[in-house]
C-alpha cells in the first residue's frame, strides 16, 4: 500500500509543472506554442553511451500520464533529440494524448534538438567528468572556460535552438497546435540561463521539465514554470 500511494505522487510530479504551464498559455488566449521538454526518467546504466541509457518502466508512465492530461483543445505534433529515450518519450506523449481524445499529427526525431552544440562529445563528457558534473562544467562552457573545439559558442547553440522553435510556431497544421519538442536538460538549462536569465544553481531541470514558446498578439513569448518570461524578437 505504502509504494503504491508512493508511485502515485510521482507519477503526479514529473510533469505536473509543464501541464500547468501549458494550461496558463492557453488560458492566456494563445493559440500556438512550442514545449522544449526534458526526456521522461531514464536508466543510468554505467556500462552503456549515456545518450543509450533508455527509459525506465516509470519514465515511461510518466510519459502517459503527461499526454493524458495535455490541453485536449490542441493538436500535438512531436520532435525529439535522436536518442531513443527522447523519441520513445514523444511517442508515449503523442499516443496517450490521442487515447484520451486529443487530436495529433506525427513525430520524428531532429538533429537540433539533440547535443548539436558539442563538437566533441569525448571531450565534453571528459570535461563534465573533471569539472564535477553537468551544472559546473556548464558554468565553465558558459564562462568561455572549456576548449573552443569541444563546445559549440553558446549563445549561438541557443541562438539554433530558438530558431527552430520559432519555425514550428510559423507552421501550423491546426486552429489550436502544441508542438512538443524533447531533448536533454543540457538543452533546458543553455535555453534558461542564455534566453532566460536563469542562474544554474538555482533553476533544476526535472524529467519532464519545459520551456514554452508561443505568440500572442504578434508577440513571441518565452517561459517556464517559475515565472521566468522573456519577449522574443518577432521579426
Request: aromatic share 6%; net charge negative; hydrophobic share 45%.
Amino acid at each position: 500500500m505504502a509504494d503504491a500511494v508512493l508511485r502515485d505522487r510521482a507519477l503526479s510530479n514529473y510533469g505536473d509543472t509543464t501541464i500547468d504551464l501549458l494550461h496558463t498559455v492557453y488560458e492566456r488566449g494563445a493559440t500556438r506554442a512550442v514545449a522544449l521538454m526534458r526526456h521522461s526518467a531514464r536508466e543510468y546504466a554505467p556500462d552503456k553511451h549515456d545518450l543509450e541509457n533508455p527509459l525506465t518502466e516509470d519514465g515511461r508512465s510518466y510519459a502517459r500520464e503527461l499526454g493524458r492530461r495535455l490541453p485536449k483543445s490542441a493538436t500535438v505534433r512531436a520532435y525529439a533529440s535522436p536518442p531513443r529515450r527522447c523519441i520513445e518519450t514523444a511517442e508515449l506523449i503523442l499516443a496517450s494524448h490521442a487515447a484520451a481524445g486529443g487530436e495529433i499529427t506525427r513525430h520524428r526525431p531532429l538533429e537540433a534538438l539533440g547535443v548539436f552544440y558539442a563538437l566533441d562529445q569525448q571531450k565534453m563528457w571528459k570535461g563534465m567528468r573533471e569539472a564535477g558534473g553537468l551544472v559546473p562544467y556548464l558554468e565553465s562552457w558558459f564562462a568561455g572556460d572549456v576548449p573552443h573545439d569541444a563546445m559549440m559558442e553558446p549563445d549561438l547553440a541557443a541562438a539554433q535552438i530558438l530558431r527552430v522553435m520559432r519555425a514550428k510556431l510559423a507552421d501550423p497544421v491546426a486552429d489550436v497546435q502544441l508542438d512538443v519538442c524533447v531533448s536533454h536538460d543540457m538543452t533546458l538549462h543553455l535555453l534558461g540561463a542564455r534566453l532566460l536569465g536563469e542562474a544554474l544553481t538555482t533553476a533544476p531541470v526535472e524529467y519532464l521539465d519545459a520551456l514554452v514558446l508561443y505568440a500572442l498578439d504578434d508577440e513571441l513569448i518565452m517561459t517556464n514554470h517559475r515565472g521566468c518570461e522573456v519577449r522574443i524578437d518577432a521579426r
